[in-house]
Nanobody
Framework: QVQLVESGGGLVQPGGSLRLSCTASLTASGRTFSTFAMGWFRQTPGKEREFVAAISRSGGNTSYADSVKGRFTISRDNAKDTVYLQMNSLKNEDTAVYYC??????????????WGQGTHVTVSS
């Protein structure tokens, strides 16, 4: 099984920064963290979950939603089984529950099979 646990959410003022972490537990999965491509998504009440950022297995390739490009950075530390989302210049509209997810390949048609429980981010003055 693959379990993902997010942390780092909270309340921040507009213009502030937060760093989210997502640590994988891979006990009995037979796989290592570096064999998963990872992504971050977010969801607000009444809206569908939306893509935020993705990163390849090695970390050499990344992609971002237009709404966060230039403000958010996704990275990973395979030695720590952890993926990060550095969020800068936060806006009120970034308020959401943020989820990390894992998939086999860093390609569009590779589905995200594993999801975390989410961490709340609130941007408000």
């Amino acid at each position: 099984q693959v379990q993902l646990v997010e942390s780092g959410g909270g309340l921040v003022q507009p213009g502030g920064s937060l760093r989210l972490s997502c640590t994988a537990s891979l006990t009995a999965s037979g796989r290592t963290f570096s064999t998963f491509a990872m992504g971050w998504f977010r969801q607000t009440p009444g809206k569908e979950r939306e893509f935020v950022a993705a990163i390849s297995r090695s970390g050499g390739n990344t992609s971002y939603a237009d709404s966060v490009k230039g403000r958010f950075t996704i990275s990973r530390d395979n030695a720590k089984d952890t993926v990060y989302l550095q969020m800068n210049s936060l806006k009120n509209e970034d308020t959401a529950v943020y989820y990390c997810a894992a998939r086999k390949y860093y390609i569009d048609y590779s589905p995200y099979n594993y999801w975390g429980q989410g961490t709340h981010v609130t941007v408000s003055s």
